[in-house]
């Protein structure tokens, strides 16, 4: 079992509509979550955070947690041509010394 | 505030050369963590560093690498003898807490070993 695991995608939305990335982990201490976008060939960029059971939103962006299901989700509303990247959920290990992350979702927003 | 700074940003090496990747935090962090990319694969951690300490470096090969943060000036990750292997884009990021809280990448350095 992968320790952080994502659907590869790609993950097809149209302009508007409202993209939802999942993601879940194996490591049942992990106390950070994070999500990094990453255009082709430039480095991750960080979005959203999350450390706490629930929601958190910043603006388009809303990160959800649910350390119970080891599940972590990212949806973004509105979605642009611009949002086209590849979605990066990482998780701390238990002493937050290393970021593990998945494989990433590629999204496409279709005009 | 200028961002984290990573130099250079292409570098070619042939087989059996060094590499020496640098890393410039952002203004105020003292925590730098080194990551590599290969191609079409995911990002994998290979050290975590503080001023003048390696606080973890489960990540990187035992043999050829070594990473370090001085006090004065950036922090490098070298490669000795080069293999094609190492081709990758690495990544440096830095907090201002420790834990990867809040980490910032920088723009990597793409390594081509020919």
């Known amino acids: 079992q992968k320790e952080v695991e994502q659907n590869s995608g790609p993950l097809s939305v149209p302009e508007g509509a409202i993209a939802s990335l999942n993601c879940t982990y194996s490591?049942?201490?992990?106390?950070?979550f994070f999500w990094y976008r990453q255009y082709s060939g430039k480095s991750p960029e960080l979005i959203m955070s999350i450390y706490s059971n629930g929601d958190k939103e910043d603006g388009r962006f809303t990160a959800q947690l649910n350390k119970a299901s080891q599940y972590v989700s990212l949806l973004i509303r509105d979605s642009q041509p611009s949002d086209s990247a590849t979605y990066l959920c990482?998780?701390?290990?238990?002493?937050?010394?290393?970021?593990?992350f998945g494989a990433g979702t590629i999204l496409r927003v279709k005009s | 505030n200028a961002g984290v700074m990573q130099n250079p940003r292409h570098l070619v090496r042939r087989r059996g050369q060094e590499a020496r990747l640098r890393c410039s935090p952002m203004?105020?962090?003292?925590?730098v963590y080194w990551y590599r990319q290969l191609p079409e694969e995911g990002l994998k951690f290979m050290v975590y560093l503080q001023k003048e300490n390696i606080i973890d470096e489960s990540g990187m090969p035992k043999e050829r690498f070594s990473a370090e943060f001085p006090k004065e000036g950036p922090s490098i990750l070298r490669i000795q003898q080069v293999v094609r292997g190492d081709s990758a884009a690495y990544f440096c990021?830095?907090?201002?807490?420790?834990?990867?809280?809040?980490?910032?990448f920088g723009q990597g350095t793409r390594l081509t070993v020919v």
């Open positions: 490591d049942r201490v992990s106390q950070s």
């Open positions: 990482a998780v701390t290990n238990q002493y937050g010394n290393k970021l593990v």
């Open positions: 990021a830095s907090s201002q807490m420790g834990s990867h809280t809040e980490a910032f």
């Open positions: 203004k105020g962090h003292s925590h």
